[in-house]
């Protein structure tokens, strides 16, 4: 499908029309590794291809007494005989190539004589590649000639951008277009990648500044670990360099040293990072797809593994199109070929009868044919290339979206889906500008335009209605269901088999290994037939894609902080609530929180502080501490008041009652104090674990208890106001059981949830409704130091000793993003986008999920961050730490 250009020289071609007529034509003449192309400069002049395996005789022009009448040749010139020619773009028109058959000799004369030997050499060694019978000899045979020629050369130093730059490898490498590679040279200084093509084409050397990189991918080629591809946009679809290795550890190296350089400058991502992105609004539907494709292998630079989107729309008869309506929508949780139920059960019965290996589909969703397909107006020559110089039959050409959805809907083998370009802003593909030549259907018009649905009045508005589409409410509700399908857990093995979403072994990711396979044919014609047939993108997702947080789902607090303009809008005083006003100072705080500012800070405690509670006016700051003390600190007298002992062993956490009339502090020593701060005194004792309390929560008149003897457990009888001298009755409503110590626990702001950590590291998220695990997520290496849910409930965030920081998709249980740092985070508060980290030591970190990054260090306690409290409003943060102090923190904004 794809040839190696091996070089290039600037020749006058001589084209002996009889022998007292030559004819001299200015260009250049390429050696490819199955063909010898010449370029005329004229542009009216065609481009001459010609096979080598039809070439009867190639020599330095006069040997042998080669046209001795031919006195215009000069000792440069290199001759060829041969049997057929093509030509291709005549007066510069795309076309079918046309075919001249017969004996004919052309003489190259090259601008630099002294090549002629050598290009002679090259073009006798891959002719007789081309004669052999087999295509894996004639593979094995080309490689071994390529590697030949690139061992006797290297990379040109004079190139370099700077005399200053330092060299850091060099090695072989082939630059990736569609259909054709160019071998050279790959070198790596510490500001700049370069590549120097062995044939001096496109240009003698491209050159990227590492400085300008944003994004690089690891790329499946041709089955083999061998491909980079480098990007200097955020969100463009085209990449800047696409590099494919002749060694794996050769590409590995050049993306360390990158990966390397780029973590100064720019946060390497993952599907989850953007997964998280996506959910909370940051992404366009679209910009998200082109990531996962990224991320899954996909290039426009590889035919065979280019991006896939799904089609959306299903209607294409109405007039006007209507996307409050799902039922203009296409079913997003079935494949392609499953959404005709008729053509779906004829597939089934024979998939049922079939041997094994079984397959559903015997065609793809995505191949080098359907993408060429669709950009037939304007890659023609990509078509004319792969079809060995034709265009399709005019019947099945790209003619009609309603045409093309209809046969994707009824066909017997069609199952295709879209590209990147039905959802972008270019209409080129659309529109025949290049007015080609396209053939005539059996009704007698002429392939010309697509023609559109209906409801749109031009190339421009259907592509911004699909784009409207794409980022509708009903997608963005059900484009996690298609992600399952072709990114994700439904991919392969019995799940998609449920979903019927089964294709060909050979288009899947180790479907067959071609290292084990010992017959060079079979291993060409194997990865033939993969490269042409379609290839499934790497699986990014083993389980269920979470949904998008819509407009529908995300409570007030969410709505507020994705929309930006909120703030700014005009609304009456009339028109905004209180609760508005909360959430809009929220969100105002939350997007300042690099100001924070140390205001005062005390050292009240003996031993580090372990809970922070606050009374509702904030002029009472109640703290435990593992000295075994809860300590009454004012505020406004910045003097201490109270000192209370429940025990001579650690307290483990504080929280006030509603009322702030009772405190309640959990100990080491296995029981729960409830202090009343009226009466002065202990007033009451819950010993309810066999070992020490680690945790405490409440809400509404139910207390929650974690413990190191790895339970939960959910009391009742816990009223509010605790007054008079009764003790009271405490239930076990439930207990949670867990393999290990309970280090931390969790509620959401329902209370219908509840998220625990244990000393193993495992992430485990319960239905308190009926006392089950949701979810158990294995994600730290060691213990869990503190876990939060997001203020929608919708993910949860756990800190552990590795020093990582996980957000967990509620819904799915999915890991969706995973950010490290050099220590362990002992403690955090956050708003679903942001947190604010205490580490281990002492300084507090503002880190923006979103973004991947730390945005700010902030100089805080001499020994680890221990509890963080954070008031209503977000803005005022009392943190504890192992120094004893505790720190008043304020907003400056």
């Known amino acids: 499908m794809c040839y190696n250009s091996f070089v290039t020289f600037l020749c006058s071609l001589i084209i002996i029309l009889c022998v007292l007529i030559p004819r001299k034509i200015r260009g250049s003449l390429k050696i490819c590794s199955k063909s010898v192309i010449f370029e005329p400069d004229a542009i009216s002049q065609p481009i001459i291809k010609i096979p080598l395996r039809d070439c009867i005789k190639i020599g330095k022009h006069g040997e042998n007494g080669a046209n001795r009448h031919f006195a215009m040749a000069k000792s440069g010139g290199i001759s060829l005989i041969f049997s057929q020619v093509y030509f291709i773009k005549e007066h510069n028109i795309v076309a079918p190539y046309k075919i001249e058959r017969g004996k004919m000799e052309y003489v190259f004369e090259l601008d630099v004589s002294g090549k002629v030997e050598d290009v002679v050499e090259t073009l006798l060694q891959l002719h007789r590649a081309s004669c052999l019978d087999k295509l894996g000899d004639q593979t094995a045979m080309i490689t071994a000639i390529l590697q030949s020629r690139l061992a006797r050369t290297s990379f040109d130093k004079n190139r370099f951008q700077s005399v200053s730059e330092k060299l850091h490898m060099e090695c072989k490498a082939e630059m990736v277009t569609p259909l054709v590679t160019n071998p050279g040279h790959v070198c790596i200084t510490d500001t700049n990648l370069y590549f120097q093509p062995l044939n001096g084409y496109p240009k003698p050397v491209v050159q990227i500044t590492l400085q300008d990189v944003r994004r690089i991918y690891k790329r499946r080629h041709g089955l083999m670990p061998l491909g980079l591809e480098v990007f200097c946009t955020e969100d463009d679809l085209c990449s800047d360099i696409y590099l494919k290795f002749y060694e794996p550890q050769d590409r590995d190296d050049i993306y360390f040293y990158i990966a390397t350089y780029l973590e100064h400058h720019v946060a390497e991502r993952t599907a989850e990072s953007y997964t998280l992105q996506w959910q909370r609004g940051h992404l366009s539907n679209r910009q998200y797809l082109l990531h996962l494709n990224n991320l899954a292998d996909r290039s426009c630079n590889d035919l065979s593994q280019y991006p896939v989107f799904p089609w959306i729309i299903s209607d294409y008869c109405s007039s006007e199109l209507d996307l409050s309506n799902p039922g203009t929508f296409r079913d997003l949780s079935k494949p392609v070929g499953a959404l005709n139920k008729e053509r779906l059960e004829r597939l089934l019965t024979r998939y049922q009868e079939m041997p094994e290996p079984k397959f559903m589909y015997g065609s793809h969703y995505s191949s080098p044919g359907y993408v060429l397909f669709y950009l037939v107006r304007i890659a023609p020559e990509y078509m004319l290339c792969l079809q060995n110089g034709r265009f399709d039959n005019a019947d099945r050409m790209f003619n009609s979206i309603a045409e093309t959805w209809k046969n994707c809907l009824d066909g017997a083998t069609d199952f295709k889906e879209l590209i990147p370009e039905f959802y972008g802003d270019d209409v080129s593909f659309l529109v025949n500008s290049l007015k080609l030549d396209l053939g005539k259907r059996q009704g007698g018009q002429m392939v010309d335009d697509v023609e559109l649905p209906p409801w749109a009045r031009s190339p421009e508005d259907f592509l911004q209605k699909s784009k409207d589409a794409l980022e509708s409410t009903y997608v963005s509700e059900h484009l996690h269901e298609w992600i399952d399908l072709v990114f994700g857990y439904k991919q392969k093995g019995s799940d998609a088999v449920g979903a019927h979403n089964v294709f060909h072994p050979l288009t899947y ?102 809970g922070i509670a606050v009374s509702c006016n904030g002029s009472s700051v109640f703290t435990t501490s593992q000295d075994s003390t809860l300590k009454m600190f004012s505020k406004e007298s910045k003097m201490l008041q109270r000192s209370i002992s429940f025990s001579n062993m650690a307290l483990s956490s504080c929280l006030l009652l509603p009322g702030d009339a009772t405190v309640i502090s959990s100990s080491w020593d296995n029981n729960v104090y409830f202090y009343s701060i009226a009466f002065g005194r202990c007033q009451d004792t819950l010993m309810g674990h066999d070992d020490a309390v680690s945790k405490i929560c409440w809400h509404d008149d139910r207390l929650y208890s974690a413990s190191w003897d790895s339970t939960v457990k959910v009391w009742s009888g816990v009223p509010a106001e605790m007054t008079g001298t009764k003790r009271h009755q405490f239930d076990v409503l439930a207990e949670l059981e867990h393999d290990v110590s309970v280090d931390t626990i969790s509620l959401n702001a329902a209370s219908t949830l509840l998220v625990s950590g244990t000393k193993e590291g495992t992430v485990t998220i319960w239905d308190l409704t009926t006392a089950t695990i949701l979810h158990q997520i294995p994600c730290h290496s060691g213990t869990v130091c503190d876990t939060a849910f997001s203020p929608d409930s919708r993910h949860v965030l756990s800190t552990g000793e590795d020093g990582c920081l996980n957000v967990i998709d509620v819904q799915t249980g999915m890991l969706i993003s995973s950010m490290a740092s050099d220590e362990p985070q002992r403690c955090f508060i956050w708003d679903g986008n942001s947190v604010l980290s205490g580490s281990q030591s002492g300084e507090l970190l503002v880190w923006d999920l979103l973004g991947g990054k730390i945005s700010e260090r902030i100089q805080g306690h001499t020994g680890a961050v221990t509890c963080i409290w954070m008031n209503e409003q977000c803005s005022s943060i009392i943190t504890g730490g192992e120094d004893r102090q505790i720190m008043f923190w304020k907003l400056q904004y």
């Not at 930006?564 to 508005?580: H, Q, W």
């Open 509 to 610: 990711e180790g479907g067959v290994d071609l290292n084990s396979i010992e017959d060079p044919n079979e291993k060409v014609a194997m990865l033939t037939q993969i490269l042409e047939f379609g290839q499934t993108p790497k699986q990014l997702f083993v389980t269920p894609h979470p949904r998008r947080i819509t407009s529908k789902f995300r409570s007030l607090s969410q709505t507020s902080s994705y929309n930006a303009s909120t703030a700014d809008s005009p609304v009456s005083p009339g028109e905004e609530s209180f609760e508005d006003l909360t959430e809009e100072s929220k969100t105002l705080a939350w997007n300042n929180i690099t100001k924070l500012q140390l205001h005062e800070q005390h050292k009240i405690h003996k031993e580090a502080v372990t």
